[in-house]
């Protein structure tokens, strides 16, 4: 039974960091390290909260409160749930994380191999292949994370530690590592770990890998929340590896620096210089297969979701075909378009998913009432507001406000590290918890 675990454990855990493991999270660390220096290793600790830890912790958010989402949501307020859930889902699905994978698959994937390609057409059918493929790999979601674990990840990490392990060994330009510093080096990993949408994510994977652990035998809470547990410490030691590496070989490119460089290109530039033609191949491949388990993960969940939410109106194959369609529109775009316009959204919505996988994980098991969580939930969203207002301000031409609001936020304490709502939120759950328990009391339950 013991091996079993294990053996269990070590596939989901593979299909777990292949979800993870997509377009923004290989294109990402590079630039990091390119920007941070030799003050990488500050970078890796910020990027690691975002893209790492904080994807771990709504996994278990998830875990604690029953079997997927909808029971995560229950906690707080059926209503407020169900609106999370449904912007969350749409940003790591249609309008954001999807379209990457492809158009990531299709500006690495297929140029640097067959570079003729290059136009709004080859774009085009890039795009009609990859949701063609996904699309008949997403319609049977039973599946999905055997075929993911068992035979696309295990392809897609030697490619990577094969990469990595060359880059460490034999860098292209080690100067860099002593002659460049950022102080901002950990806001820069933590902020561009906002990018991954793994936090967004984990709280919609948790209820595939619950399933999957599940559909094995786990059905006991002691034995599946020990599965879930190590299937997911096995998932972050891998990306824990990898981002590190990843970072270490954008350091290390000598690679000049430019505010319009495109992510897609250093990432190209590591793998010639590191690895030669060869590395063009392998880099193609691995993009491919870490952007393929990503969408097929991604189009699942988006179409359970919708399908549940319709109580079967729509059905699972119907949201599975709309979905590749709307997102293959999207691809044609370009990776660096989709992450401009997706940036103002996602300073919104991830503040408020991490405020609540935060305050479940920490105070799940303690704390009962809703009151406290919607509070913290509330004064997270009012400060993510009024960063993106401020924002907005100062793109329109309204220096006065904009300048008057960022102000405000930054004299928040943690501001500096780009989590001015966290402190606020806090007050905001232990004042609504203490007013509850003397009153016993509370309106918003």
Same mark, same amino acid.
């Given at each position: 039974?013991?091996?079993?675990?294990?053996?269990?454990?070590?596939?989901?855990?593979?299909?777990?960091?292949?979800?993870?493991?997509?377009?923004?999270?290989?294109?990402?660390?590079?630039?990091?390290?390119?920007?941070?220096?030799?003050?990488?290793?500050?970078?890796?600790?910020?990027?690691?909260?975002?893209?790492?830890?904080?994807?771990?912790?709504?996994?278990?958010?998830?875990?604690?409160?029953?079997?997927?989402?909808?029971?995560?949501?229950?906690?707080?307020?059926?209503?407020?749930?169900?609106?999370?859930?449904?912007?969350?889902?749409?940003?790591?699905?249609?309008?954001?994380?999807?379209?990457?994978?492809?158009?990531?698959?299709?500006?690495?994937?297929?140029?640097?191999?067959?570079?003729?390609?290059?136009?709004?057409?080859?774009?085009?059918?890039?795009?009609?292949?990859?949701?063609?493929?996904?699309?008949?790999?997403?319609?049977?979601?039973?599946?999905?994370?055997?075929?993911?674990?068992?035979?696309?990840?295990?392809?897609?990490?030697?490619?990577?530690?094969?990469?990595?392990?060359?880059?460490?060994?034999?860098?292209?330009?080690?100067?860099?590592?002593?002659?460049?510093?950022?102080?901002?080096?950990?806001?820069?990993?933590?902020?561009?770990?906002?990018?991954?949408?793994? %936090?967004?994510?984990?709280?919609?994977?948790?209820?595939?890998?619950?399933?999957?652990?599940?559909?094995?035998?786990?059905?006991?809470?002691?034995?599946?929340?020990?599965?879930?547990?190590?299937?997911?410490?096995?998932?972050?030691?891998?990306?824990?590896?990898?981002?590190?590496?990843?970072?270490?070989?954008? %350091?290390?490119?000598?690679?000049?620096?430019?505010?319009?460089?495109?992510?897609?290109?250093?990432?190209?530039?590591?793998?010639?210089?590191?690895?030669?033609?060869?590395?063009?191949?392998?880099?193609?491949?691995?993009?491919?297969?870490?952007?393929?388990?990503?969408?097929?993960?991604?189009?699942?969940?988006?179409?359970?979701?919708?399908?549940?939410?319709?109580?079967? %109106?729509?059905?699972?194959?119907?949201?599975?075909?709309?979905?590749?369609?709307?997102?293959?529109?999207?691809?044609?775009?370009?990776?660096?378009?989709?992450?401009?316009?997706?940036g103002p959204f996602l300073g919104i919505i991830y503040p408020i998913t991490l405020t609540l996988i935060l305050y479940m994980?920490?105070?799940?098991?303690?704390?009962?009432?809703?009151?406290?969580?919607?509070?913290?939930?509330?004064?997270?969203?009012?400060?993510?507001?009024?960063?993106?207002?401020?924002?907005?301000?100062?793109?329109?031409?309204?220096?006065?406000?904009?300048?008057?609001?960022?102000?405000?936020?930054?004299?928040?304490?943690?501001?500096?590290?780009?989590?001015?709502?966290?402190?606020?939120?806090?007050?905001?759950?232990?004042?609504?918890?203490?007013?509850?328990?003397?009153?016993?009391?509370?309106?918003?339950?």
């Amino acid at each position: 039974m013991g091996f079993k675990r294990y053996s269990d454990a070590t596939t989901i855990g593979f299909a777990l960091f292949a979800m993870f493991f997509g377009a923004g999270n290989i294109i990402l660390p590079p630039i990091i390290g390119l920007m941070t220096g030799s003050d990488w290793g500050s970078a890796v600790a910020g990027f690691s909260i975002t893209a790492i830890l904080g994807p771990f912790l709504g996994i278990l958010a998830v875990l604690f409160s029953g079997d997927n989402f909808t029971d995560l949501g229950k906690r707080i307020n059926s209503t407020l749930g169900w609106i999370l859930a449904t912007a969350i889902i749409l940003s790591i699905g249609p309008l954001v994380a999807i379209p990457r994978t492809a158009a990531t698959t299709y500006e690495i994937g297929v140029l640097s191999v067959f570079p003729q390609a290059s136009s709004n057409t080859g774009a085009i059918i890039s795009s009609i292949v990859f949701f063609g493929l996904t699309a008949i790999l997403s319609i049977s979601p039973s599946k999905v994370v055997d075929i993911i674990g068992k035979y696309l990840t295990p392809i897609l990490l030697v490619i990577l530690f094969w990469l990595i392990l060359a880059g460490m060994l034999h860098p292209i330009d080690q100067e860099m590592l002593a002659d460049f510093t950022n102080p901002e080096a950990f806001r820069v990993g933590f902020t561009e770990g906002y990018q991954t949408l793994d %936090v967004l994510a984990s709280v919609i994977y948790a209820g595939i890998i619950i399933t999957a652990v599940k559909s094995k035998g786990y059905n006991k809470l002691v034995d599946k929340t020990r599965v879930t547990l190590l299937s997911g410490l096995i998932a972050m030691l891998c990306l824990l590896f990898i981002y590190g590496g990843l970072i270490y070989l954008g %350091v290390t490119s000598g690679y000049q620096y430019s505010g319009d460089l495109k992510r897609t290109e250093l990432l190209l530039y590591i793998s010639n210089g590191v690895l030669g033609k060869s590395g063009t191949m392998a880099l193609s491949l691995c993009v491919a297969l870490a952007c393929l388990t990503t969408a097929i993960a991604l189009v699942c969940a988006t179409a359970s979701f919708f399908s549940d939410l319709t109580k079967g %109106v729509l059905s699972y194959r119907l949201v599975v075909i709309i979905t590749c369609v709307f997102s293959g529109f999207l691809a044609v775009e370009g990776v660096d378009k989709i992450i401009e316009y997706a940036g103002p959204f996602l300073g919104i919505i991830y503040p408020i998913t991490l405020t609540l996988i935060l305050y479940m994980v920490v105070f799940g098991k303690l704390v009962y009432r809703k009151a406290p969580f919607v509070a913290a939930i509330l004064v997270s969203t009012i400060v993510s507001l009024l960063s993106f207002s401020a924002n907005v301000a100062l793109d329109n031409g309204n220096v006065a406000y904009g300048n008057k609001v960022q102000e405000l936020i930054s004299s928040i304490p943690l501001a500096s590290y780009d989590v001015p709502w966290l402190i606020p939120s806090a007050i905001g759950f232990a004042v609504v918890f203490l007013v509850n328990r003397f009153f016993k009391s509370s309106s918003i339950d």
